[in-house]
């Protein structure tokens, strides 16, 4: 903390920290043909100043379409891009204002550290005493001082990465364009950057498109994530929201386990099609055959006979016929007389250990069981 405060005293983090660096970025009615392929649909999306936003998705879904476009790498078939209220769609990568980090590094190897970090200001004719000054502020940022004498082959994968991380800022952009940074990083690594990479967001106020196809990444780092899928936008919403509630069956299975139920709505109410349960749901919900979820952690699990006290709840009875450790949870899998159903649990209580072959009784409540859309029940 104290060594954050000290770093911030350089002149361009000052200024940072007082101003909303962040631009704002606008796609308009986007749509990127490659040939006759559609990789984007009628694709609308607002980026606030500052804000940090994830596109997640699927391989193919057009994470890096989308962000080429905005890199200027890539040119929309038609549409507009904005950053800053500007119309950029025509405006090559050279004459964008921002960062730019990938997966490969893409480093070069010939050069120092510290000469890698100079290029890029070198090549805006910026002078030699400013170069260096805010070449230290950037290694600073990313905690690599000690090493700006080295060549890129003599560092680790994630101090590379830094490295790069620390090229694209070092121009002082309003915008940051990241792609898959931490893909070839191992799982421990990962998590330290991606806290490191919000840290450096939040202090200069950049705003950020970030890409990855990991949810938790995107859960742990992004003020909202947008999720796609086949070119299109499925959802857009703060982490919350599109885990606890999913719009889509897609997306809610996008966000690891979750329980779907198949059934109809009727008088605001969901009836299983197994007929094992029914809930109440909001009212003017649409009537007929509709799909809900249940994520397994909102899901309590009793002995059979230990009933719990509940208002307001579904209850099922079924037998434990898998059971998953996974450190702070277990991972039930409990056969009902409709369908399998995922539960996870805290490992610690000693009342919740169940073993396979136990009599269970399912309970959760109405309020965790969400109505997904019609019409993507599949
Ligand atoms: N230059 C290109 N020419 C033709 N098709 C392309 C080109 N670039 C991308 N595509 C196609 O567009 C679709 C979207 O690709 P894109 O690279 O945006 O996906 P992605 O979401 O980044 O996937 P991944 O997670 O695998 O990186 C894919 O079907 C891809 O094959
Ligand atoms: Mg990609």
Redo the contacts with the bound molecule.
């Keep these: 903390m104290e060594q954050d405060i000290v770093a911030l005293t350089s002149k361009a983090e000052r200024s940072a920290v007082q101003t909303m660096r962040g631009t704002a970025v606008e796609f308009r009615q986007i749509s990127k043909s490659?040939?006759s392929?559609e990789?984007l649909k009628d694709f609308d999306l607002t980026i606030r100043p500052g804000e940090f936003l994830t596109l997640l998705?699927?391989?193919?879904?057009?994470?890096?379409?989308?962000l080429?476009l905005l890199a200027g790498f890539e040119f929309p078939t038609s549409g507009r891009v904005m950053i800053g209220g500007q119309d950029v769609s025509k405006v090559p990568s050279w004459r964008r204002d921002q960062g730019i980090v990938f997966q490969s590094y893409s480093l070069f190897p010939h050069m120092t550290i510290k000469e890698n970090l100079a290029f890029p200001l070198e090549t805006r004719g910026i002078a030699r005493k400013e170069i260096a000054l805010r070449t230290q502020e950037a290694l600073r940022m990313v905690k690599l001082e000690q090493f700006q004498e080295r060549f890129p082959g003599q560092l680790s994968g994630g101090q590379q990465q830094r490295v790069a991380l620390a090229r694209a800022l070092v121009a002082d952009p309003p915008l940051l364009l990241m792609?898959?940074p931490l893909g070839a990083l191992d799982k421990n690594l990962r998590e330290e950057m991606q806290i490191e990479i919000k840290h450096i967001q939040e202090r200069l106020r950049l705003t950020v498109l970030y890409?990855t196809?990991d949810q938790e990444e995107a859960l742990t780092m992004s003020d909202r994530i947008v999720v796609?899928n086949e070119?299109k936008i499925q959802q857009v919403g703060a982490p919350v929201e599109l885990y606890e509630r999913p719009r889509t069956r897609f997306v809610a299975e996008f966000f690891g386990d979750v329980n779907i139920f198949l059934g109809s709505v009727e008088a605001s109410e969901f009836r299983a099609d197994d007929e094992s349960f029914t809930i109440p749901v909001c009212t003017g919900a649409p009537e007929g055959s509709a799909c809900g979820a249940v994520r397994p952690e909102k899901i309590e699990m009793h002995k059979w006979g230990e009933r719990p006290a509940m208002n307001d709840s579904v209850e099922i009875g079924g037998e434990v016929v898998d059971v998953i450790y996974l450190g702070q949870m277990s991972r039930y899998t409990v056969r009902t007389a409709g369908q399998d159903v995922v539960i996870k649990c805290m490992a610690a209580p000693r009342t919740r250990h169940f073993l396979v072959g136990d009599a269970v009784l399912l309970s959760w409540q109405a309020d965790s069981f969400v109505l997904l859309e019609q019409g993507a029940t599949t």
């Design positions: 490659y040939g392929f990789a998705g699927p391989s193919g879904s057009g994470k890096t379409t989308t080429m792609d898959e890409v196809h796609m070119g």
